[in-house]
């Protein structure tokens, strides 16, 4: 019976984990017998599965942690990149797909780097509720602490457009990306799970970047994690230009800006 649900299957597999593609041999899924992803792939069929607009097999789970779970099942090992600091977070995923050798590698290597450093594992030193997606369970840190102390610059470009001679309602503030520029270890603190780090992955929290962005396109929502988090605007910019859509002066005139706020805490 599973050799017939996995006929059904092509060899290269369209996954999206999350949000992220992945493209992998129905082989390197399987590797692991009695896992999530061998069941899935072997005791299901390709109608069973849920699937995304582009028919790619669909899983609701952490799209940039996947990247691991693929490489294990590829070798069987465990090689994680310096100043990695989500390891509990993996171990989540990696008993979310069922996977017991990824767990052990992951615990004996956290014990190893916690012994070895002297320092907090991942899971306490991001123990503030500000981590949580939920707003209604952060709790504002000390603006006053040195330790914690930074600044952070949010930035979007956005359009908007006004009707002929302005008599037609004017299509407000289109945000195509809010992007987040700071030190690592703070945008992680104030934007949690809603960080998109796709851009600029693995990179150590003493580090900065101007490649991160945001997982949603609200400013006020980007606004309320700051100033949960005691942060406070000290300086904002924005240029601005403006085109017809076509030769014609009577035609909507197209404005477009990109603006920056600076957060300070």
């Known amino acids: ?27 390197t899924l399987t590797a692991v017998p009695n896992s999530l992803l061998w069941t899935k792939f072997t ?39 310096e100043f990695f600091k989500e390891k509990r977070r993996l171990q989540k995923e990696a008993d979310y797909y069922r996977l017991p050798g990824l767990s052990r590698l992951l615990a004996v ?22 981590t949580s997606s939920s707003s209604s369970d952060r709790t504002p840190r000390s ?9 952070i610059t949010i930035g979007y470009r956005g359009s908007y457009t006004i009707g002929r001679d302005i008599q037609a309602d004017a299509k ?20 949690g799970d809603t ?18 962005y945001l997982k949603y396109n609200f400013l006020e929502q980007a606004f309320d994690r700051l100033a949960d988090a005691g942060f406070h605007m000290v300086a904002c910019n924005s240029t601005g230009t403006c085109s017809y859509g076509s030769n014609d002066p009577g035609e909507d005139k197209l404005w477009t800006s990109y603006t920056e706020y600076v957060f300070c805490r």
């Not at 050799?3 to 984990?17: A, D, G, H, K, R």
């Not at 603006?143 to 600044?151: D, L, Q, T, V, W």
Request: negative net charge; proline residues 7%.
């Open 1 to 27: 019976m599973a050799q017939t649900y996995s006929q059904s299957f092509p060899e290269i597999v369209e996954l999206n984990v999350g949000g992220q593609v992945y493209v992998t041999r129905l082989e």
């Open 43 to 81: 005791q299901s069929s390709s109608g069973d599965l849920p699937k995304d607009s582009k028919g790619r097999f669909f899983f609701d789970r952490d799209g940039f942690l996947f990247r691991y779970i693929l490489d294990y099942l590829r070798d069987s090992e465990l090689f994680l990149p």
């Open 109 to 130: 290597d956290s014990k190893d780097s916690s012994e070895d450093s002297g320092e907090p594992e991942e899971a306490e030193l991001l123990s503030s509720p500000v």
């Open 143 to 151: 603006p006053g602490s040195a330790a914690n102390s930074g600044f």
């Open 172 to 191: 407000f503030r289109r945000v195509a990306r809010i992007t987040v520029c700071s030190k690592i270890s703070l945008a992680k603190e104030v934007f």
């Open 195 to 212: 960080l998109n780090e796709s851009r600029d992955p693995d990179r150590p929290p003493d580090k900065y970047t101007a490649r991160y």
